[in-house]
């Protein structure tokens, strides 16, 4: 009597229980629909090729069609052989599965359909319960009339968990054999259908044994059930596990499914910090975007490799230097385009970006800014600066900045090439302090710069990136150029979220960036940048190094016609690199580096002069417009016209008088060189003294290139 009542009390509970969960069904529809799933933001390089993954779940959804059919068959061979025949339920599986669990007095196993374990995986929690078992098969039941196997399936392939972070069949192929599903091996396919029931357990990564004992045992089922014939079965059971497959370093694993070759971690970050601010830190993780960025993946191993040899090198020679750091960016002047962002010696140490985050004093690498705005005055490389032992008043009192090549006058050239700190603090008087931060924010300077006279030595902070894109105006005819990380964004079904155009403003004239690229070419040719010929670098070039007080920053910004890179070194906490650490010594070789293995296999290529620039003939002695009183002596390989020297008889100088020639010829912007002559006699005994430029006759081997381009 008691066990009839306990009988009919037990089916009574198992009817409430089941019209409870159908009601619930009914008034959360939800339930019976594949909800979206969470998928992974792919990054692709400038050539197209995936790099880089931003993921909670690391998943890529791919329809069934790009499924390999050794995967599907070795999943339905384990997991559910009568996949295609039952309607949510399969009745043998779950009657011997129920028998087994009886005698255990607990649920052990569920007998579950692929069905079954997509409702689980997506809908329901994990705990083992009656109640929720019989939820699982009415969700199942529900899910085979809302949607077909072949749906069904698909949704399963991208849902279930394989292990090592890998979510769906796409990430588990990438991940294990650096393959995608559809081109899956039998033996391939056969462990990854393996690691379903226990994907932590069966692991290769952690047990390789266990993992390919029940590869092997799915490879069996699949001939047991006529997926493979005896020959495929042979050479699939003889496969050892792949050598990525087994790996035991899951971090590095887990890299190389994401494409990244163990590089990019930088530029990788800053993307990832852009495309936060762009769609918010959920779409970028579970979104599924697809990012087409400008990341170069060759260019970037190149410029990490051109830090970490660097410093490696510097630390050898001053082990107290092992702390420092290093940062480098390279862009196209065209475009903008970042191809390559390292933001320091190594990114698990220290994520900190010291490429677009740090601000530190540019030095001299800031002067062509300074020089740039004073063109686009009216100066020309050849106008002259005199007086330059004078002070300059300041807040201060006089101020007068030091060096290691001060005269009391030089050309604007000159001054650049061997970085005059008192030619360029006199040139930023007479264009005015609020006139070059002008031309800075132009040029693309977005970091605040003091209004001191001290700017023109590069007192101001600015980042890497900005200053390396400010020399893209030079590069490119006066057009500056916005960096850009990301050109494209779309949803996972290929619809354009957001767009990044290239962004060129006019910041100075075609003729000012042409005289710019000439000056700034000597100090490649001729001076402290001379160090990249060392390196092995050949082609044209320009650039500008930089050193501030006390060696504690080392910059260097160049640029061909195609490529504009700049590197810098320092510590952290500011303090010297090393004694005599300047930035010919300690940046110009690792950019020099870089440019040797980036342009390897390119043509020399250099500027077309453009339309209003003259040549004038000026006097050394009063900086004005020569005449035939003057001596004529022509003397400057680059940019003199030819000359026969024997066409002209100079007056006689006294014994007294400076040695060098009183007329040079030298580039202006038309109608800006000065127009009054010179009367040498009146300045003989003149303190001015400057080196003797290199005669035409025997012009620097380095500036073939820029002599051609003048016309006769």
């Known amino acids: 009597m008691m066990l009839a009542v306990g009988g009919w009390y037990g089916a009574a509970q198992a009817v409430i229980m089941t019209r409870e969960v159908a009601s619930e069904l009914d008034r959360a529809r939800w339930l019976a629909a594949l909800t979206p799933r969470a998928q992974a933001t792919v990054v692709f390089d400038r050539n197209g090729q995936q790099v880089f993954t931003f993921y909670a779940e690391q998943r890529f959804d791919v329809p069934l069609s790009r499924v390999s059919p050794h995967m599907v068959g070795a999943l339905l061979a384990v997991e559910d052989r009568r996949f295609f025949s ?22 052990r196993e569920g007998g579950s359909t692929l069905t079954q374990q997509l409702a689980r995986a997506t809908l329901l929690s994990p705990d083992r319960t009656y109640q929720r078992k019989l939820r699982e098969i009415m969700i199942a039941v529900r899910l085979e009339q809302r949607y077909t196997k072949h749906e069904i399936l698909e949704a399963y392939l991208n849902t279930v968990y394989f292990g090592e972070g890998y979510y769906g069949v796409e990430a588990a192929s990438r991940g294990y054999f650096n393959t995608s599903a559809a081109d899956l091996h039998p ?4 462990l990854l259908a393996a690691l379903v029931r226990s994907p932590s357990a069966d692991a290769p990564r952690r047990a390789p ?18 997926r493979l014939d005896e020959g495929a079965f042979a050479s699939a059971r003889s496969a050892p596990l792949p050598d990525r497959a087994a790996r035991q370093d899951a971090v590095v694993a887990a890299r190389l499914a994401e494409g990244q070759p163990g590089s990019g971690r930088y530029f990788e970050e800053e993307l990832r910090r852009q495309l936060v601010a762009l769609f918010g830190n959920a779409a970028v993780l579970q979104g599924g975007l697809r990012v087409y960025s400008t990341y170069d993946p060759a260019m970037q191993r190149e410029a990490e490799l051109a830090v970490t040899t660097r410093i490696a090198e510097i630390v050898k020679i001053r082990p107290a230097a092992k702390a420092l750091q290093g940062s480098f960016v390279a862009m196209d002047p065209a475009s903008g385009d970042v191809l390559a962002l390292v933001g320091g010696r190594d990114f698990t140490a220290s994520s900190f970006n010291r490429a677009t985050q740090a601000r530190r004093q540019a030095g001299s690498a800031f002067k062509p800014i300074i020089y740039a705005a004073a063109l686009e005055r009216g100066f020309g490389p050849g106008s002259m600066l005199q007086d330059l032992d004078r002070p300059i008043a300041a807040v201060g009192g006089p101020w007068l900045p030091g060096g290691l090549k ?18 360029a603090a006199q040139l930023l008087q007479q264009v005015g302090v609020s006139t070059a931060i002008h031309y800075a924010a132009r040029l693309g300077i977005s970091s605040h710069l003091p209004p001191v006279p001290s700017l023109a030595l590069g007192s101001g902070e600015v980042t890497l990136l900005e200053l390396t894109a400010s020399y893209t105006a030079f590069a490119n005819q006066g057009m500056a150029a916005s960096p850009r990380l990301i050109a494209r964004v779309e949803d996972s079904q ?28 000597e100090v490649i040719s001729r001076g402290s940048a001379n160090g990249v010929r060392a390196a092995g670098f050949t082609l044209p070039a320009a650039g500008k190094t930089g050193t501030t007080n006390d060696y504690a920053d080392a910059w260097f910004v160049g640029y061909t016609p195609n490529l504009v890179a700049g590197v810098w070194f320092g510590l952290d906490r500011p303090a010297p690199i090393m004694r005599g650490g300047f930035a010919s010594v300690v940046a110009v070789p690792a950019w020099g580096r870089f440019m040797r293995a980036a342009t390897a296999g390119a043509t020399p290529d250099w500027y077309e002069q453009p339309a209003g620039i003259e040549t004038v003939a000026m006097c050394r002695r009063s900086g004005a417009r020569a005449v035939e009183s003057c001596r004529y002596h022509a003397d400057y390989a680059p940019v003199v016209a030819t000359y026969d020297p024997s066409a002209m008889d100079p007056p006689p100088v006294p014994a007294s008088a400076s040695d060098e020639p009183s007329v040079y010829e030298d580039m202006f912007p038309s109608g800006s060189a000065p127009g009054e002559f010179c009367a040498w006699e009146s300045r003989i005994g003149s303190s001015l003294h400057e080196d003797p430029r290199p005669r035409i006759s025997h012009p620097h081997p380095d500036t073939g290139w820029l002599r051609s381009r003048i016309p006769n």
């Open 187 to 190: 033996h391939e396919a056969a």
């Open 209 to 226: 044994e266990r993992a390919l004992a029940r590869r092997n045992l799915v490879l069996a089922l699949m001939r047991n059930q006529g």
């Open 406 to 423: 001060e005269r009391s006058a030089y050309t604007l050239r000159r001054a650049l090439r061997v970085s005059s700190n008192r030619a």
């Open 494 to 521: 290929g619809k354009v979220l957001f767009a990044a155009a290239v962004r060129r403003t006019r910041a100075i004239s075609p003729v000012t960036a042409y005289l710019m690229s000439h000056m700034l070419a």
């Open 86 to 107: 039952h309607h949510g339920v399969d009745a043998v599986r779950i009657g011997a599965a129920g028998w087994r669990n009886v005698r255990a007095g607990r649920i």
